[in-house]
């Protein structure tokens, strides 16, 4: 069974980083795209970044220059620099990747992990 897990949320003031890592686990062949997606309370969600295997990335427009994704293949798992935090970043975060197995391929999420920022 294929998970994936989040972590490093929580509480940090306005202007302030945050670093959010994702941990894919169970019977893996290979995993093609990663990338992190945020819901704010009441509101849809939407893309944060993604990154290919290859490491080619990809962000929402208006989280170029604060927000960084990165990804460490050897150890599955997709990271999310995240600088210069606003109070309108608060949101659940979460991770989803492309997944192989040994009887097919799908994407897969995390639970999330909620990240505030506030003073």
């Known amino acids: 069974q294929v998970q994936l897990v989040e972590s490093g949320g929580g509480l940090v003031q306005p202007g302030g980083s945050l670093r959010l890592s994702c941990a894919a686990s169970?019977?893996?062949?290979?995993?093609?795209?990663m990338g992190w997606y945020r819901q704010a309370p009441g509101k849809q969600r939407e893309l944060v970044a993604t990154i290919t295997s290859a490491g080619s990335t990809n962000y929402a427009d208006s989280l170029k220059g604060r927000f960084t994704i990165s990804r460490d293949n050897a150890w599955k798992s997709v990271n999310l620099q995240m600088n210069t935090l606003k109070p309108e970043d608060t949101a659940v975060y979460s991770c989803?990747?492309?997944?192989?197995?040994?009887?097919?391929?799908?994407?897969?999420w995390g639970k999330g992990t909620l990240v505030t920022v506030s003073s």
């Open positions: 989803n990747a492309y997944i192989r197995t040994g009887i097919g391929g799908g994407t897969y």
């Open positions: 169970g019977s893996i062949s290979s995993i093609n795209a």
